[in-house]
């Protein structure tokens, strides 16, 4: 059964910096690609960014603010969240690509390419 459990998240004011973790248990994951979305009230879950093959894949909307790292020792992918905007306050999740689903980098922008979801972490952002 595979588990996985963010943590990180909290309150911090904008311009502020956050640090997500996924610890990621049940299976090795050294070789499966792990993704981050959001979600804010009332909107769909948006990809913000994934790590595979040793690549980060970032949306554009954090690019230049978040990084993507993971210590496979650990079983943890991090998101590492600087420069805050308001506009970040959401939901964030981790996932676990598909082992059925071929790896593209418009596979990893989409939800529904990912097994397994952790429970989420609250980040909010206030102006």
């Known amino acids: 059964q595979v588990q996985l459990v963010e943590s990180g998240g909290g309150l911090v004011q904008a311009g502020g910096s956050l640090r997500l973790s996924c610890a990621a248990s049940?299976?090795?994951?050294?070789?499966?690609?792990m993704g981050w979305f959001r979600q804010a009230p009332g909107k769909e879950r948006e990809f913000v960014g994934a790590?595979?093959?040793?690549?980060?894949y970032l949306a554009d909307s954090v690019k230049g603010r978040f990084t993507i790292s993971r210590d496979n020792a650990k079983n943890t992918v991090y998101l590492q969240m600087n420069s805050l905007k308001p506009e970040d306050t959401a939901d964030y999740y981790c996932a676990l690509y598909s082992t059925l689903r071929r790896t593209t980098v418009a596979a990893l922008r989409s939800a529904t390419s990912y097994d397994y979801w952790g429970q989420g972490t609250q980040v909010t952002v206030s102006s």
């Open positions: 049940g299976r090795t994951f050294s070789v499966s690609p």
């Open positions: 790590w595979s093959g040793g690549t980060a």
